[in-house]
Protein backbone atom coordinates (compact mmCIF):
# COMPACT_ATOMS: atom_id res chain seq x y z
CA UNK A 1 0.00 0.00 0.00
CA UNK A 2 0.80 3.65 -0.69
CA UNK A 3 2.70 5.15 2.53
CA UNK A 4 4.34 8.48 3.11
CA UNK A 5 6.69 8.82 5.99
CA UNK A 6 8.14 12.19 7.05
CA UNK A 7 11.12 13.31 9.42
CA UNK A 8 13.44 16.32 10.04
CA UNK A 9 11.49 18.47 11.72
CA UNK A 10 12.19 20.04 14.95
CA UNK A 11 12.71 23.22 17.01
CA UNK A 12 14.74 26.05 15.99
CA UNK A 13 15.59 29.65 15.77
CA UNK A 14 14.35 32.19 13.53
CA UNK A 15 16.53 32.63 10.74
CA UNK A 16 17.56 28.73 10.88
CA UNK A 17 17.26 26.26 8.35
CA UNK A 18 16.19 22.83 8.07
CA UNK A 19 15.51 19.68 6.01
CA UNK A 20 12.53 17.84 5.71
CA UNK A 21 12.26 14.40 3.90
CA UNK A 22 9.78 12.10 2.60
CA UNK A 23 10.12 8.29 1.96
CA UNK A 24 7.13 7.17 -0.22
CA UNK A 25 6.17 3.54 -0.45
CA UNK A 26 3.77 1.02 -2.25
CA UNK A 27 4.54 3.50 -5.63
CA UNK A 28 5.91 4.15 -9.12
CA UNK A 29 7.54 6.97 -7.11
CA UNK A 30 10.27 8.61 -10.50
CA UNK A 31 6.69 8.88 -12.22
CA UNK A 32 4.60 10.92 -9.40
CA UNK A 33 4.65 14.39 -8.95
CA UNK A 34 4.97 15.02 -4.69
CA UNK A 35 3.30 17.57 -2.85
CA UNK A 36 4.47 19.65 0.68
CA UNK A 37 1.53 21.08 2.52
CA UNK A 38 1.56 22.77 5.67
CA UNK A 39 -0.59 23.46 8.76
CA UNK A 40 -0.13 26.11 11.50
CA UNK A 41 -2.18 25.92 14.68
CA UNK A 42 -5.50 27.08 13.74
CA UNK A 43 -5.05 27.72 10.30
CA UNK A 44 -6.12 25.35 7.58
CA UNK A 45 -3.69 23.22 5.92
CA UNK A 46 -2.23 25.43 2.98
CA UNK A 47 -0.02 24.24 -0.16
CA UNK A 48 3.90 25.01 -0.17
CA UNK A 49 5.28 23.52 -2.98
CA UNK A 50 5.11 20.94 -5.52
CA UNK A 51 7.59 18.48 -7.53
CA UNK A 52 6.66 16.76 -11.05
CA UNK A 53 8.31 13.57 -11.80
CA UNK A 54 9.95 15.56 -14.30
CA UNK A 55 11.41 17.77 -11.87
CA UNK A 56 9.74 20.60 -12.53
CA UNK A 57 8.92 22.65 -9.02
CA UNK A 58 6.67 25.24 -8.25
CA UNK A 59 5.84 27.16 -4.88
CA UNK A 60 3.89 29.23 -2.56
CA UNK A 61 4.26 32.77 -3.01
CA UNK A 62 5.05 33.13 0.99
CA UNK A 63 7.48 30.73 0.33
CA UNK A 64 9.25 31.80 -2.57
CA UNK A 65 13.23 31.82 -2.38
CA UNK A 66 13.26 30.41 1.06
CA UNK A 67 12.29 26.99 0.43
CA UNK A 68 13.30 24.31 -2.00
CA UNK A 69 11.79 21.00 -3.15
CA UNK A 70 13.80 18.37 -4.70
CA UNK A 71 13.71 14.84 -5.30
CA UNK A 72 15.84 11.75 -5.55
CA UNK A 73 14.27 9.00 -7.05
CA UNK A 74 17.16 6.45 -6.53
CA UNK A 75 16.31 7.02 -2.57
CA UNK A 76 12.36 6.99 -2.79
CA UNK A 77 12.79 10.66 -1.34
CA UNK A 78 11.25 14.03 -1.39
CA UNK A 79 12.98 17.06 0.19
CA UNK A 80 12.06 20.22 1.26
CA UNK A 81 15.13 22.54 2.37
CA UNK A 82 13.71 25.57 4.79
CA UNK A 83 15.43 28.38 4.73
CA UNK A 84 15.87 31.69 6.87
CA UNK A 85 13.12 30.40 9.42
CA UNK A 86 10.21 32.67 10.13
CA UNK A 87 7.71 32.22 13.69
CA UNK A 88 4.76 32.08 10.77
CA UNK A 89 6.73 28.62 9.09
CA UNK A 90 5.60 26.90 12.55
CA UNK A 91 3.82 24.01 11.67
CA UNK A 92 3.57 20.20 10.62
CA UNK A 93 4.71 19.75 7.19
CA UNK A 94 2.60 16.99 5.14
CA UNK A 95 3.71 15.23 2.29
CA UNK A 96 0.96 13.66 -0.51
CA UNK A 97 0.82 12.09 -3.23
CA UNK A 98 -2.41 10.83 -5.65
CA UNK A 99 -2.26 7.25 -6.43
CA UNK A 100 -5.33 5.86 -8.82
CA UNK A 101 -7.09 9.36 -8.29
CA UNK A 102 -6.67 8.77 -4.38
CA UNK A 103 -4.56 11.39 -2.04
CA UNK A 104 -2.37 9.77 0.31
CA UNK A 105 -1.04 12.02 3.06
CA UNK A 106 1.66 11.27 5.36
CA UNK A 107 1.55 11.48 9.08
CA UNK A 108 3.13 15.15 9.21
CA UNK A 109 6.71 16.28 11.05
CA UNK A 110 6.22 19.68 13.76
CA UNK A 111 8.34 22.85 12.58
CA UNK A 112 8.86 25.23 15.38
CA UNK A 113 10.43 28.37 14.77
CA UNK A 114 11.44 29.84 18.09
CA UNK A 115 11.97 34.30 17.78
Known amino acids: QVQLVESGGGLVQSGGSLRLSCVASGIPFSLKAFYWYRQGPGQQREFVATVTGGGTTTYADSVKGRFTISRDNAKNTVYLQINSLKSEDTAVYYC?????????WGQGTQVTVSS
Open 96 to 104: KVFQDAAAY
